[in-house]
């Protein structure tokens, strides 16, 4: 037999060609990359606090604003207004990842692809 004989053709080697894998592949990565530009889109509303913060961060992990109930600006205790902060950007950037990632897996089916960055 000569080199290469055995192989169905375009199919990497794979019994029936592979091709609908390879379409399916494509598909995926469509689907990935259309999910991918809806949570640019998607907001959550995130507070701390009990509302003393708010925050509103793209599925990005992108913050578009932040509102700060002006009765916990206290001169006086900068520190905790810094750690409703520091609370309410963390909670805001795990919520926004988890989203992200919920997206993803209902496309990939629980599978972890190296490169979605999630």
Same mark, same amino acid.
């Given at each position: ?16 060609? +592979? !091709? =609908? ?8 990565? @469509?689907? /990935?990359?259309?999910? #991918?530009?809806?949570? %640019? ?7 701390? +606090? !009990? =509302? ?8 990005? @992990?992108? /913050?578009?604003?932040? #509102?700060?109930?002006? %009765? ?47």
């Amino acid at each position: 037999m000569s080199k290469g004989k055995g192989m169905a053709k375009g199919g990497f080697g794979m019994p029936g060609g +592979g !091709g =609908g894998m390879l379409g399916q592949i494509q598909k995926l990565q @469509q689907e /990935l990359l259309k999910t #991918q530009e809806s949570l %640019e889109q998607e907001m959550l509303t995130v507070t701390a +606090g !009990g =509302g003393a913060i708010t925050m509103v961060i793209s599925g990005h @992990q992108h /913050l578009e604003s932040i #509102q700060i109930d002006p %009765e916990v600006v206290n001169p006086e205790d900068v520190e905790m207004l810094q750690d409703l902060l520091l609370a309410a950007v963390n909670e805001a950037i795990a919520k926004s990842r988890e989203m992200a990632a919920n997206r993803m897996s209902a496309l990939t089916g629980g599978l972890n692809i190296p490169g979605l960055g999630l």
